[in-house]
């Protein structure tokens, strides 16, 4: 976690921001860990960043900031649910006091029987399939999850990447992609980014009401998404997504920085 919380915080200098962080519980619920090391941490001996941060305090800062601005905090979640699902336990009342929450999570394929080839399992959620289940049954005002299936929709190839990632904040972008690309990635997804980005631009994916479900029993299926579209249902799941007008907001205000 630590490793992380700095290319966090290297990414936060790198921008021009000075953000608290807060490491978050080192394992899934009740499962061993299944994530592995952080290569990209590699880059971060050319970049500024803080060596020691808060123990103990995510699930707790997230709980007295979002008491303190009832129905103000939008919630983005774009890894394993583990601390979402932690702080939903521990304060049953926080759903209902969330504006919203975003999460990059799930695979809204749909699956044959047969063959898992169109179904894949999506990483944040068979990190923590018990935390993503709290998560998803948790009774929140509006909940917002953009799955695999759309996020893979927008990419860059590595000569693409490497020509547009220039300038501020997306020199570091670069030097991460480099160690992806260095372990034989051709390409970058940008799948945290799509789940922020439509935050702040509402229409940059189209949305179908459903329930999601995930799969706990089966350890052939285990993490799988299995969703169905329902008018009433409680989760407001992305369909498509507008790629050129993504980039346009993602370098528009990466770029500036």
Known sequence: MIA?????DALCKA??????????????????????????AS?????????????????EFMRRTIRQHPGQVTLLGIGPLTNIAALFEIDPQIPQLL???VLMGGNMTPIRWGSLSSGLVEWNIWNDPYAAAVVFAAHVRHCQIIGLDVTRQ?????????????GGALNLVAELAEVWFGVGKTKVTFHDPLAAVSIFDPEVCTYQRGTIAVELVS??????????????GAHHVATAVKVDRFF?????????Q
């Open 248 to 256: 346009e907001d993602y370098f528009a205000v990466v770029s500036k």
């Open 43 to 59: 880059a971060l001996a050319n970049w500024p960043h803080r060596r020691e941060f808060p123990e103990h305090e995510a699930i």
């Open 4 to 8: 992380r919380a700095q290319l966090a």
């Open 219 to 232: 350890k052939q299926l285990e993490g799988f998404t299995f969703y169905r579209p329902d008018p009433a």
């Open 15 to 40: 921008s021009g921001r000075d953000i608290s962080i807060f490491p978050g519980l080192r394992r899934p619920l009740l499962i061993e860990s299944r994530q592995p090391e952080v290569p990209q």
């Open 154 to 166: 927008v990419e860059l190839d590595v000569a693409t990447a490497r020509e547009r990632f220039r």
């Open 99 to 101: 504006k919203q929450l």
